[in-house]
Nanobody, 123 residues
């Protein structure tokens, strides 16, 4: 029943920008803390950013000042604006719902992630 469908990935040159979207359904999106994760080939999963239901934003140090997480509760949609992209940020990007009462940087179980969208950054 829970569905998380990412879109907006693609190929961009270093220094470029992309805007990712995640369409959510099957749970009370407007009351749920949401995060973006990413995984590059051969690397561990990394928490990127999170946003509380009321809009409070949290970021990994590596993306602070370049990425912006936002949400539209009327549209049940989560967004991630990626600016000034670096080649090392080539990865699959996942949106995820997160349980109450855990740290903002928690990586939840895989079943709470979407299918992912690929971001490729070239030099």
């Amino acid at each position: 029943e829970v569905q998380l469908v990412e879109s907006g990935g693609g190929s961009v040159e270093a220094g470029g920008s992309l805007r990712l979207s995640c369409a959510a359904s099957g749970f009370p999106f407007s009351k749920t803390y949401m995060s973006w994760l990413r995984q590059a080939p051969g690397k561990k999963v990394e928490w990127v950013a999170g946003i509380k239901a009321v809009g409070t934003q949290y970021y990994a140090d590596s993306v602070k000042g370049r990425f912006t997480i936002s949400r539209d509760n009327d549209k049940n949609t989560l967004y991630l604006q990626l600016n000034n992209l670096k080649t090392e940020e080539t990865a699959t990007y996942f949106c995820t719902k997160v349980a109450d009462g855990v740290a903002v940087y928690t990586i939840p179980p895989r079943h709470d992630w979407g299918q992912g969208t690929q971001v490729t950054v070239s030099s």
